[in-house]
Each structure stands twice: as structure tokens, then as C-alpha cells.
């Protein structure tokens, strides 16, 4: 079961609940966890193997997602563990302006999380969110993901939460399978 929630004018914004995570807005005070996060080889592997190597550069990150909060009402969520609170990851929707199959911008899924959380369903559950979320929050139409070709964890997500692949693309150097999803598609297999 996926909850919406609306804002919480004392702490944050949560964006969505699921029956094990909470999906809020990254906030300065995340910097730490993201660092933790994003300065991981493990987790940069599929991500042309550049971590971060100073907590600065976390700073830059957290104020260009809050800046897509401002610009495109919605960015990349943190996840946190309810059980334990934990800053577990990263997730969500953002929106990307640069030109994909004739658009001007597009709507991506994504999601990043620290490696003692990979193997139990929560890339998965944060994913399924995040297209409820697009779908019926934002009323989208369309919504794309992509993923390293050899990155066989993720590119198996995108295809169990029914985006399709469309193609292979080289991004950065990375070659990259791109997948979509439409509303119609998606309504047919909830």
C-alpha cells in the first residue's frame, strides 16, 4: 500500500509512504548519509566509477535537488527506513531538459542506495512508489528510466515495475538501456 502524505510544516515535506519507507525531501542535514552514499565505489561501479571524494560536493548535490523542487515541483526523495529512521538512499522522479525522442524534457526514475540494503525488495518498493507517485500525483503520461547494460539489478527493476525497453544509448561513455513507461501501460498492469 502506497500513501500520500502532505506537508508537514514542522519538519519536511514527505512525498509518499510505503508499508516500510518514508519518501521526504533531502534536506542540508542528509549531506552526511548522501556522503556515506555517493562516496561508495560499490555504488559508483555502474555510475562511471567516479564517487564523491568530498562532503562539498554532497552540499552542490543537495541544493541542485532542492533547486528541481523549486523549478520542476519534484526531484529526487530520500529513503528512510521506517523501522529504524535510517537515510537509506536516494529515489524518485526527476525531471531532465535535455531532448529525448523529439521532447524537450522528460520525466526519469531513479534510485540509489547503500549497498547493506540491495537484495531486499526496497530499489523495488521505492520504484513502484515513485511511478504511483508520477502517475496519479503529477497526472504524467510518460515515464523514462535508464540503466548501465551491465548493471543487471537495476535494468531487472525497471522491467518488473513494467517500463519497456526502447534502446541502447551511450551516456557519457556508459552504454545505457533506456526503458519507458506509459500511463495507459502502466493503469493495465496495476
Known sequence: MIIFVAENINIMKIFAETERLVLREI????????????????????????????????????????????DNGIGRWAVIEKSTGNFMGWAGLKCVKEALYDLPYYYDIGYRLIPSYWGKGFATEVAIASLHYGFEKMHLTEIY???????????KILSKIGLAF???????????????ITLSDWAKNR
Open 27 to 70: 534536506v542540508a542535514t542528509d549531506a552526511e548519509a548522501m556522503f556515506v552514499l555517493d562516496s561508495n565505489p560499490e555504488v559508483h561501479k555502474y555510475l562511471g566509477n567516479n564517487p564523491v571524494q568530498d562532503i562539498a560536493q554532497i552540499h552542490e548535490v543537495i541544493g541542485f535537488i532542492r533547486q528541481q523542487y523549486t
Open 166 to 180: 526502447t534502446d541502447v544509448f551511450d551516456y557519457e561513455g556508459i552504454t545505457c538501456n533506456r526503458y519507458k
Open 145 to 155: 528510466g535508464a540503466a548501465d547494460v551491465n548493471n543487471v539489478a537495476s535494468n
